[in-house]
């Protein structure tokens, strides 16, 4: 067990006791049933001081700051662009942008204009970006003219807003359009359960999952941002997880700025250099990221760390469970608690480790329910379970007031008293969690959820594959790593140029973190008699592969 020293820190006990979703909704501006909006609540209310909002760093290096009123003239011009060109409150605009100011004029305009955000990350394929786009039904696309390309493959794509040179006559120029629009637009107020954001999930068992965002989510990122990640007054603010995707999306903007504080967006690619010269050049107090992202950092040894000893106050973990050697280096070398949290796009997170609240924090545990969650731990019977009794991390819903999530896109609504995450934990005689592994076939690979049926997908695509099975194989570094098992057409023979030309064909369609690193030719796949693929009979053939040497 290990606590933070000298910290005056509102007790975990007494913060469960008097948590009330009363005084949640009143640190907001706006009002969930009246009316609120996310531009306001994010940018607008912390305007009149001259604070800085965003930090924007440029792969090369070269640093921009942004302050509140800055960003809401940016927002008031984005949301006159988005409306000349049709999109109305209610309409979901994409973005496939790199960590730019681009970016968050977008989200940001978006969001005044009472329209909803859907974020794209820049390593998708046309494949992974059609098919989110076409569940969420977006009017609007805006990239820039590196990632435009991938546009041009997928068919009735909506209507394209290009940042850079040489657009496309077809398409809106973004910077020239923004510029000529008005610095005037009144924000467009919405209720609780309307839409600002359109995420995605991968499954087991289908293509990603659309994941509507409502307003009232903004209660349970404002309580992360305060309770786990303690983010106060004077920190420097950083989360490394890319806004395309949940982690970054929700707490590198939406939270920090929701708290009125300033937050950094990095153009470049992550590298352990980069982030420690970061760290040391923008004076970085609060860090947050992933366990991949940590152990690289630790690959590069103490000495590369040496310059930023003692200057983090805290660091914080999301993505994949913390390993315990990862808390004990930050500890030697970095002179910095690093605190495990666990959530999903679904919800965000939920069991943290919290930095702001005084509880024992154990190596090795997810942490405790965050005010406002109570949850469960599941048998099979959907029974609660006492401590020490392995069984399925639910949230009850009937007790969790910042619970947000309540369905699908185009599913029917959540029913019963219980949301199963579908992640194997046990409750310790504490009442922290600890993480047991996915009771699906889910692939954690480097922090990234990787549903097995997009792989598989894209892969029977190619001609030369008849059927297909992908599982997630344990590695050291990534946690896992994606195997692919390919059952090979009539007239294809198996050979490493077309095991190269099957991954890259899966990079590619699919993304760049969800090709298949590893990939056998197989005669037959394990199946049940209804013909359904038993993925874990792979997985457990992989895994005693591995004791094996």
Not at 142 to 159: A, F, G, H, S
Not at 177 to 200: Q, T
Not at 367 to 386: K, Q
């Amino acid at each position: 067990m290990s606590k933070e020293p000298g910290r005056d820190r509102p007790g975990y006990e007494q913060a469960v006791a008097r948590f009330s979703i009363e005084a949640a909704m009143a640190a907001l501006q706006g009002d969930l049933a009246e009316g609120v909006n996310a531009c306001v609540e994010c940018c607008d209310r912390h305007c009149g001081t001259d604070r800085v909002a965003l930090r924007c760093v440029s792969a090369e290096g070269a640093e921009r700051s942004y302050t509140f009123e800055e960003l809401r003239e940016l927002s008031a011009r984005t949301a006159n662009l988005l409306r000349d060109k049709g999109i109305k409150p209610g309409d979901v605009v994409a973005g496939l942008l790199p960590r730019t100011v681009e970016l968050v004029a977008v989200i940001l305009g978006a969001w005044r204009l009472g329209a909803v955000y859907q974020p794209l990350f820049t390593a998708f394929g046309p494949k992974a970006i059609e098919h989110r786009l076409k569940t969420s039904g977006a009017k609007m696309v805006v990239t820039n003219t590196t990632q435009r390309p991938k546009l041009d493959e997928i068919p009735d794509c909506p209507l394209m807003a290009t940042v850079g040179d040489g657009v496309p006559a077809s398409d809106v120029d973004f910077r020239a359009g923004v510029a000529a629009a008005s610095d005037a637009f009144e924000p467009v107020m919405r209720r609780g359960d309307d839409l600002f954001m359109m995420m995605s999930t991968s499954g087991t068992t289908g293509l990603p999952k659309g994941v509507p965002v409502p307003l009232r989510a903004l209660l349970a990122f404002g309580a992360y941002m305060r309770d786990a990640i303690d983010l106060r007054d004077g920190d420097v603010f950083w989360n490394i997880a890319d806004p395309g995707w949940a982690y970054g999306l929700y707490y590198a903007l939406t939270g920090p700025l929701l708290l009125g504080q300033a937050t950094i967006i990095y153009e470049g690619g992550f590298t352990a250099a980069s982030t420690f010269d970061l760290i040391a050049r923008l004076g970085v107090t609060n860090l947050a990221g992933s366990p991949t992202a940590f152990r690289l950092l630790i690959a590069a040894g103490p000495e590369a760390a040496a310059g930023v000893k003692g200057r983090l106050r805290v660091v914080s973990s999301a993505g994949e469970p913390l390993n315990p050697e990862i808390i004990r280096w930050f500890e030697q070398n970095l002179a910095a608690p690093i605190h495990d949290h666990y959530g999903q796009t679904e919800m965000g997170m939920c069991v943290n480790n919290h930095h702001g609240l005084d509880h024992p924090v154990r190596p090795g545990s997810a942490g405790l329910a965050m005010p406002g969650y109570r949850v469960v731990v599941l048998d099979e019977a959907g029974r609660e379970l006492g401590p020490n009794q392995p069984g399925i991390l639910a949230i009850d819903l009937q007790q969790s007031p910042l619970m947000w999530f309540s369905g699908y896109l185009h599913k029917p609504p959540l029913s019963g008293r219980y949301y199963s995450t579908g992640d194997s934990v046990e409750f310790e005689p504490d009442g922290s969690i600890s993480f047991i592994g996915r009771a699906d076939d889910v692939i954690t690979s480097s922090g990234y959820r990787i549903g097995p049926f997009d792989v598989e997908s894209a892969l029977i695509e190619h001609p030369a594959v008849v059927e297909a099975a992908v599982v997630g194989v344990p590695d050291p570094e990534r946690t896992e790593i994606v195997k692919a098992f390919v059952i090979l057409a009539k007239g294809a023979t198996g050979s490493e140029a077309l095991r190269e030309e099957l991954q890259a064909h899966v990079k590619r369609r699919l993304s760049a973190h969800a090709w298949p690193k590893l990939l056998d030719f197989v005669e037959e796949l394990p199946k049940t008699p209804s013909g359904k693929i038993q993925r874990f009979l792979l997985r457990k053939a992989e895994v005693e592969k591995q004791a094996q040497g």
